[in-house]
């Protein structure tokens, strides 16, 4: 079974700070995305990455997918509270295009 | 358009009893996914329509649990005989075309409280 382990499970800054949170695991994914998802609503995808190595910006958003495609983080600069939310990583094995395992999340709460 | 809808958006249930999630994909998009999500858990595959073929329901959690799709359209999940360890929030998604990293919209879910 592929497990993908986030850390920090929770996190809560003041606004303007800068953060990382963390997505592993032992397994290879051919392709890696990014969610965040509010309460009440389901995950919105922020970015998929599928190239070892590879960093994509989105705003103040950086993503980067670790050279061997295992792991991958994800930092926010100058985060301000709409950033608030839980924050889920999801890898695709490529046996299947369509089924993503998911990690469990950070929860950031960014304060004003 | 609209987004994925799912009703109801709450349920309590006594255990033992029978319950019915639906889901209203975007229209068009031709692969249907369902999640369920646990307290502090992620997101669990439960199972995949795409079109006409067999549907994927390697994730399925135990013979209580189905789901049906209509066409390209409305699909419901049936859990049979509730327990409280059914007891989360069941996402649903679609999406337009099937590739590897390929963008899975999510509904709102309906949160499930089995009493």
């Known amino acids: 079974t592929q497990l993908l382990e986030q850390s920090p499970q929770f996190l809560s800054i003041q606004e303007g700070e800068n953060l990382t949170v963390y997505c592993n695991s032992s397994s290879v994914f051919s392709s890696l995305q990014w969610y965040r998802q509010e309460p009440g609503e389901g995950p919105v995808l922020l970015v998929t990455?599928?190239?070892?190595?590879e960093v994509k910006k989105l705003k103040r958003l950086t993503f980067q997918f670790g050279d061997a495609r295992k792991d991958s983080s994800l930092h926010i600069t100058a985060a301000q509270p709409g950033d608030t939310g839980l924050y889920l990583c999801?890898?695709?094995?490529?046996?299947?295009?369509?089924?993503?395992?998911f990690g469990k999340g950070t929860l950031l709460t960014v304060n004003p | 358009g609209a987004g994925v809808s799912q009703s109801p958006s709450n349920k309590v249930t006594e255990k033992g009893k029978d319950v019915e999630l639906r889901c209203d994909p975007i229209?068009?998009?031709?692969?249907l996914y369902w999640y369920r999500q646990r307290l502090g858990q992620g997101l669990e595959f439960l199972i995949y329509?795409?079109?006409?073929?067999?549907?994927?329901k390697s994730g399925l959690p135990s013979d209580r649990f189905s789901a049906e799709r209509t066409g390209e359209s409305v699909s419901t999940l049936t859990i049979q005989r509730t327990q409280q360890e059914d007891s989360a929030v069941y996402l649903c998604?679609?999406?337009?075309?099937?590739?590897?990293?390929?963008?899975?919209?999510f509904g709102p879910g309906t949160r499930l409280l089995v009493l």
């Open positions: 999801a890898g695709n094995s490529g046996g299947s295009n369509y089924k993503l395992t």
């Open positions: 229209s068009g998009h031709t692969a």
């Open positions: 998604a679609s999406s337009l075309i099937v590739t590897v990293g390929g963008t899975q919209y």
């Open positions: 329509f795409q079109g006409n073929s067999a549907p994927d």
């Open positions: 990455v599928v190239t070892g190595g």
